[in-house]
């Protein structure tokens, strides 16, 4: 069978691509693994957001771009993509100082042309609502907005829309073979050959792994970094908060108040073994822990976590630390004549529908 274009990885950004190239009358599949979002774009914090930590290592593009994609997600899925207050309280001793916070929510609220904008809380009302948490060094307590979502059915709904313009997706399906000859690129998939003069490969932090396999040329690698979140069957609180740890390191106190539990994430961790042989490290948890326990009234322990999940980013490779490393994206375009291969390195869940834009028009389409 022969696609216009073949799309490796059926992550946020492989089901993007596939629904912009199929509106623009494309003929498009999707391959994949596994499942429809079951890597990396299921297992993230469920936030759509600008990025407000990026914005002191310079990615203002990036934050721009972000905040504008979270407007159009709140905007076409209201039920999914929800705009809630988040509560950043500022400790002395921990992170950043409030003056420095308060300068990066207003360049916060600029680049979202000022939607909800943010505003300081009463620490009285703090107290108040967000009991659990120690009020002893509490400097000042700011509330921005940002937007919770399902990333998992964000990822469905987004690859149903493919489908609805003519997508077809093959889930569970292994390539054995690409080969790339004059006509195109040849896969064989079990016993279903196909054949496309355009092949992306969108396989977040499988990437580079799938490039060394089918010796695919790349101009970039990916750094693999793990987050861990940690589940409780309870609510800690009833918003959204953002934490900074004494490291300048941020986390999650997360509510999901359907379900009535509680996500704390994430950790940050260099992986160099396969992505499907990267595991939850108990020294994670013992972080996530640790760093909670700083700020709530009751400590909490290991027989308070219920589950537990991982994900993997794939961040551009980089000199920086993990901390300062950009979340930007690259898409890397190889073209042999009338064949194109083109790479997405990196990328977040909020960035997909600017992401694929840029890819289709990269691509020519």
């Not at 498009?28 to 600008?50: M, N, P, Y």
């Not at 976590?305 to 994206?329: C, F, H, N, Q, W």
Request: charged share 25%; aromatic share 10%.
């Amino acid at each position: 069978m022969k696609y216009d274009i073949i799309i490796i990885g059926a992550g946020i950004n492989g089901c993007a691509i596939a629904r912009e190239a199929a509106k623009l009358g494309k003929s498009v599949a999707v391959i994949d693994k596994q499942t429809i979002g079951s890597g990396t774009s299921s297992h993230s914090s469920r936030l759509i957001h600008g990025g407000l930590r990026y914005l002191e290592h310079g990615d203002f593009a990036l934050v721009k771009e972000a905040l504008h994609d979270r407007t159009r997600l709140t905007a076409t899925y209201p039920d999914l993509v929800v705009l809630r207050p988040f509560i950043l309280p500022v400790y002395a001793g921990f992170g950043r100082p409030w003056w420095m916070i308060k300068t990066g929510l207003y360049l916060y609220d600029l680049f979202s042309r000022f939607i909800a904008p943010h505003h300081v809380m009463e620490i009285d009302e703090f107290k108040t609502k967000f009991s659990a948490l120690k009020t002893k060094g509490l400097k000042k307590v700011f509330t921005y907005y940002d937007a919770k979502t399902d990333d998992l059915l964000l990822t469905q709904t987004v690859a149903q829309e493919a489908q609805e313009h003519g997508a077809i997706f093959f889930e569970n399906t292994t390539i054995h073979e690409i080969k790339r000859q004059d006509d195109g690129f040849h896969l064989l998939c079990g016993d279903r050959p196909l054949e496309t003069a355009i092949l992306i490969n969108a396989t977040g932090p499988w990437i580079d792994e799938v490039n060394h396999r089918f010796n695919l040329p790349s101009r970039y690698k990916i750094s693999k970094v793990s987050g861990i979140h940690i589940v409780l069957d309870t609510l800690l609180v009833p918003e959204p908060i953002f934490l900074q740890t004494d490291h300048q390191r941020i986390f999650f106190i997360i509510p999901e108040n359907k379900s009535n539990q509680t996500f704390i994430g994430t950790t940050e961790r260099h992986e160099s073994a396969e992505t499907d042989e990267v595991h939850i490290n108990e020294e994670d948890i013992n972080y996530l822990l640790s760093h909670a326990n700083h700020f709530l009234n009751t400590p909490l322990k290991h027989d308070h976590i219920i589950d537990t999940y991982i994900g993997v980013r794939p961040l551009v490779e980089s000199k920086k630390s993990m901390v300062k490393a950009s979340r930007e994206y690259q898409l890397d375009l190889h073209n042999f004549g009338q064949t194109k291969l083109l790479h997405v390195f990196g990328g977040k869940l909020t960035t997909h529908w600017s992401l694929a834009e840029k890819s289709a028009r990269l691509l020519g389409l």
